[in-house]
């Protein structure tokens, strides 16, 4: 059965880095384009940052340019998201999701995790 469980979040001030985890079991990474998402509370889920089964990267949130970045490590069959220079309204719920398709999109996920809770907050 495939799954995806993301790890890593938790309470942390402004100005502080969290890399958080995407642990996939049941299928095989490396041949999937991997995405991070988000929903802050009160507004709608979107994209932050996406990486190809090659390589590519895109970025969907602006606000994350320049702060958070995006990698995998297929032997891990893990992905992550390294996230600096937090800002309060980084606070969200961050999702991993997985898609068989080899270009970056936001849409037809074919597997999503149950997410990790970020809050940013002095």
């Known amino acids: 059965q495939a799954q995806l469980v993301e790890s890593g979040g938790g309470l942390v001030q402004p100005g502080v880095s969290l890399r958080l985890s995407c642990a996939a079991s049941?299928?095989?990474?490396?041949?999937?384009?991997m995405s991070w998402f988000r929903q802050a509370p009160g507004k709608e889920r979107e994209g932050v940052l996406c990486?190809?089964?090659?390589?590519?990267?895109?970025t969907y949130a602006d606000s994350v340019k320049g702060r958070f970045t995006i990698s995998r490590d297929n032997a891990k069959n893990t992905v992550y998201l390294q996230m600096n220079s937090l800002k309060p309204e980084d606070t969200a719920v961050y999702y991993c999701a997985a898609d068989s398709y080899s270009i970056c999109k936001k849409w037809g996920m074919d597997y999503w995790g149950k997410g990790t809770l970020v809050t940013v907050s002095s």
């Open positions: 049941g299928f095989t990474l490396n041949y999937y384009t």
């Open positions: 990486i190809s089964s090659s390589g590519g990267i895109s």
